[in-house]
């Protein structure tokens, strides 16, 4: 992490943040999380304040989630599929500047107020607003920039085995103990998961839509950050990291509410629109497991790894809505019987 003086000579050493700016400005490192960029708020001459991203210098795609398949890109992810959501009417920071020699990208503030702080009190308003926001992703819209990277990478077998072995490798593997025959046969309930997965159609997903990449701006509008990672998922995947967020709890009965409400927002032309509400509902749970336990690996990955333990007192909640689960279908019995003791000692672990 750089110290304040060379994150100032940087700045003044681009003639795009300078054009923008000018030459007095003042700089104020942004709280971070487990993303390699570091964030800045500048305050300029007219009191304004913009966002500054400052990007990791060994990065290459720059991407912050494992990818499958190398694709060649032509553009930063992140300018590329800004101007995709931009494409779709989807709420996005406007973009001041770049300067990629220099790792600048100068975007529009959003304030401090990200979607979980507004969760406390009357979180139905705000989820439902966020799936509005959501089905905007995903609904077909005719002026969607089809040339974006996030129709070029999607969610195939590779890469949902590689976030299940996440999970195995530093949800059991690295920190409890456990039986090779109990590993293998979860591996092998898993492979039958994703064979499922694979079968369901794909969309435009965001990849990491929970409630702090979220943000509320102005007469309640939603924003959208953090979206460089979006490829073709399955609808299910940002409606499972909004509702069973490692970062919040709901209560099984609001989940199912939204669920259906989300449902209703779809296109009638998407596949999914047409399902029955049951199976709808069925689809979110069987993917809320992969996410859930993805996110559970990759919070002890986090500490483990680089040595960031503020993420593993969100790996509980991760876990409990795995565990809901498995209790709530009966197809799933097999999987619980082998995997739920394992989930419980990690819960004790950390």
């Known amino acids: 992490m750089l110290i304040m003086q060379n994150i100032e000579n940087i700045v003044m050493q681009s003639r795009a943040a300078t054009n923008f700016l000018g030459n007095d400005f003042t700089i104020f490192r942004m709280a971070g999380d487990?993303?390699?960029?570091?964030?800045?708020?500048?305050?300029?001459?007219?009191?304004?304040?913009?966002?500054?991203?400052?990007?990791?210098?060994?990065?290459?795609?720059?991407?912050?989630?494992?990818?499958?398949?190398?694709?060649?890109?032509?553009?930063l992810p992140f300018l590329d599929v800004h101007r995709l959501l931009q494409?779709?009417?989807?709420?996005v920071p406007e973009i001041y500047a770049v300067d990629l020699p220099s790792r600048i990208i100068l975007l529009e503030d959003l304030g401090d107020t990200p979607l979980i702080e507004?969760?406390?009190?009357t979180p139905e308003s705000y989820l439902m607003a966020a799936l509005e926001l959501l089905a905007c992703v995903v609904n077909p819209h005719p002026e969607t920039d089809m040339s974006s990277i996030a129709f070029s990478r999607a969610f195939d077998q590779d890469l949902y085995m590689w976030e299940f072995e996440h999970y195995l490798e530093y949800g059991i593997e690295k920190i409890i103990e456990y039986k090779d025959t109990d590993v293998a046969k979860i591996r092998e309930l898993f492979f039958e998961i994703t064979q499922t997965y694979l079968s369901w159609s794909t969309h435009l997903?965001?990849?990491?839509?929970?409630?702090?990449?979220?943000?509320?701006?102005?007469?309640?509008?939603?924003?959208?950050?953090?979206?460089?990672?979006?490829?073709?998922g399955p609808i299910y995947y940002d409606l499972v990291s909004l509702l069973k967020d490692a970062y919040t709890t709901f209560?099984?009965?609001?989940?199912?509410?939204?669920?259906?409400?989300?449902?209703?927002?779809?296109?009638?032309?998407?596949?999914?629109?047409?399902?029955?509400?049951?199976?709808?509902?069925?689809?979110?749970?069987?993917?809320?497991?992969?996410?859930?336990?993805?996110?559970?690996?990759r919070f002890v990955y986090i500490d483990q790894v680089k040595n960031n333990p503020n993420y593993l007192k969100d790996v509980p909640q991760a876990l409990q809505y795995a565990i809901e689960t498995l209790n709530l279908h009966s197809q799933l019995k097999g999987l619980k019987n082998t995997l739920q003791p394992y989930l419980q000692k990690l819960i004790e672990e950390v």
Request: proline share 2%; hydrophobic share 35%.
């Open 118 to 121: 507004k969760l406390s009190d």
């Open 205 to 232: 997903t965001h990849r990491d839509y929970h409630s702090k990449n979220i943000h509320v701006i102005d007469h309640d509008q939603l924003a959208l950050i953090d979206f460089q990672d979006a490829l073709q």
């Open 251 to 297: 209560d099984r009965s609001l989940q199912e509410k939204l669920v259906t409400s989300y449902q209703s927002l779809l296109d009638p032309s998407l596949e999914d629109a047409l399902i029955s509400q049951d199976e709808f509902l069925f689809r979110f749970d069987l993917m809320s497991l992969h996410r859930n336990l993805k996110a559970a690996g």
């Open 34 to 75: 487990a993303s390699s960029r570091e964030y800045f708020r500048i305050l300029y001459p007219t009191k304004q304040t913009c966002t500054m991203m400052l990007l990791p210098q060994e990065a290459s795609s720059l991407a912050e989630e494992y990818e499958s398949k190398t694709i060649q890109m032509q553009e």
């Open 87 to 91: 494409s779709k009417n989807v709420r």
